[in-house]
């Protein structure tokens, strides 16, 4: 019999807080050009993570999210001096959580709460604190212990090991699908949300349990369990 899901491990950026929120700080700086900076930017954050895992050339994520903005606004021909790089780098310690979040966690604290992200401990903090939410987690887990990013298993496994759980009784809840490929290829039992309705990446892997929004997690959990005990 497998064992009931113990602890819920959740991806931070884009599945808790929304990335996209920089955009009112993009328009800000370079007006309308918001949408189209926030876009590049969180695409070459997440394709840097990956390339420099390839590499093997690690930098913390505060630095591959500097060097994305870099990138993006070289790309989309704006001009980003220290001052406005600055301003748009503090924006990412500051995301909005989704509507549904804080309430959410509320409602599954009879598990053992944890991030596991990209970010650095220091975004991390900021980002948790700054949407009311020190406290809730047991752990928040920075992939800068294993040097390399997701979808590593190394990073993966990082969760039965804080956490001191079996892996095969935590769950991992993230909205990007090649994190939830990387979790489950793993052996976690995963739920992707799926807020913009996309398709399923072909990556031979498929979530547990597929949600449209975090509100939608509690009852998602409670099919799991619910099958897992009566094989």
């Known amino acids: 019999m497998t064992s009931a899901i113990q ?43 990956w390339l420099r895992s390839l590499m093997g050339r690690y930098e913390d994520f505060w630095q591959v999210t500097e060097s994305a903005l870099v990138f993006a606004c070289r790309s989309l021909n704006l001009d980003c001096p220290p001052v406005t ?33 990209n970010g650095s401990p220091r975004m991390l903090a900021a980002v948790v604190e700054g949407t009311g939410l020190k406290g809730v987690f047991a752990d928040v887990i920075s992939v800068d212990e294993v040097k390399i990013f997701k979808p590593s298993p190394r990073v993966y496994e990082l969760a039965p090991r804080h956490l001191k759980i ?29 807020r913009a309705k996309a398709p399923e990446e072909e990556l031979g892997l498929r979530p547990d349990a597929m949600i449209g929004s975090l509100a939608e997690l509690e009852e998602a959990l409670r099919k799991a369990d619910s099958s897992r005990t009566t094989r």
């Open 85 to 117: 790089r600055q301003k748009l780098m503090d924006a990412y310690l500051h995301l909005d959580p989704y509507p549904e979040v804080v309430q959410a966690l509320q409602s599954l604290s009879r598990y053992k709460l944890a991030i596991l992200s």
């Open 7 to 49: 602890a819920l491990a959740f991806d931070a950026y884009g599945t808790l807080f929304d990335v996209h929120s920089v955009i009112s700080t993009c328009n800000q700086a370079f007006p309308e050009k918001g949408p189209a900076l926030s876009q590049l930017w969180r695409a070459k954050q997440l394709e840097y993570t």
């Open 166 to 194: 079996a892996q095969d009784a935590i769950g991992f809840i993230s909205s990007n699908f090649w994190d939830i490929a990387g979790a489950k290829s793993f052996g976690l039992w995963t739920c992707w949300i799926n």
